[in-house]
């Protein structure tokens, strides 16, 4: 039976310090959002009820909060030295996700501006996917800044060295898609935006797993990482394959996707991707 006695004060002492800490680092993230999209945020929420945009920042502070987890994993090194050294990386994190917000639009999705289609078309498709690119980063940041391993510009490296494999496998899935997802996105076309996000949440989740690695040396690394991103990133595209000849054999994915606009199809095909993402991570 619980006791009084058996009430740790420290250890609550230091679980309310991590709390304000995230909180410093919400209303951080809270403020660069606002001035790096030029968002009214309370404007685009409330007054205009713009679904699309709550999407994509409900994938951008759950990103950050990624982001946090990943800077709070490591030894202790003193209470005040902790807070610091995860609010020094957090904060830089915030920051590393509008790099690669950057990134991300303009070489994966080049032909649609966020911008326009989420704040004056509203289109929730195209905010499901900047929510899933958020969620991607914050997989990828947070595994870079993660543990005990380098300093700062170790985490810069492995940072840019993750940012290059989400980019390049993210965008050979778009470019070798059976989909004009590019068009279909832009026509608001909410199956095929689930579909893309449960493929970019997977890719951050198997470049998460890559960067997570023990040290090896650069060049070790380097190739270990290209050979697991590719190997799972195959097996990732057999799980869309296997979803639709095993989970929905009587009919065609691509019909249920872009002809039907089938959302019902799109999520679990969102959701088959990230759940085989998610049983690599954990027995590769």
């Known amino acids: 039976m619980y006791s009084i006695t058996d009430f740790e004060i420290d250890k609550w002492g230091e679980t309310l310090a991590y709390i304000l800490l995230f909180s410093l680092v919400l209303i951080f993230a809270r403020i660069i959002l606002g001035l790096v999209t030029r968002y009214d945020v309370n404007k685009e929420l409330t007054d205009k009820d713009n679904v699309a945009y709550s999407v994509s920042m409900t994938g951008y502070f759950i990103g950050v909060s990624i982001v ?154 380097f190739v270990s990482m290209f050979i697991d991103c590719s190997i799972m990133t195959i097996l990732l595209f057999f799980s869309t394959i296997l979803f639709d000849k095993v989970i929905i054999p009587k009919s065609d994915l691509y019909n249920e996707l872009v002809k039907d606009r089938n959302i019902g199809v799109g999520l679990l095909d969102c959701m088959m991707s990230i759940i085989y993402a998610m049983l690599m991570v954990y027995f590769v």
């Open 68 to 221: 946090f987890l990943g800077a709070s994993m490591g030894s202790s090194q003193g209470l005040w030295k902790d807070l610091l050294v995860v609010g020094g990386y957090s904060f830089g994190g915030v920051l590393a996700m509008f790099v690669s917000r950057f990134i991300n639009d303009h070489l994966i999705f080049h032909h649609i501006s966020n911008m326009t289609e989420i704040r004056e078309k509203k289109n929730i498709a195209v905010g499901i996917v900047q929510l899933a690119s958020y969620i991607a980063t914050g997989l990828m940041i947070g595994s870079a800044i993660a543990g005990d391993d380098g300093g700062p510009g170790e985490a810069v490296l492995f940072y840019f060295i993750g940012q290059i494999f989400l980019v390049s496998y993210t965008k050979g899935f778009v470019k070798f898609s059976r989909y004009d997802i590019q068009s279909d996105l832009k026509s608001q076309n909410v199956s095929i935006s689930l579909s893309v996000a449960g493929k970019m949440i997977a890719i951050g989740l198997i470049v998460m797993m890559t960067l997570g690695k023990e040290f090896l040396g650069w060049k070790e690394t």
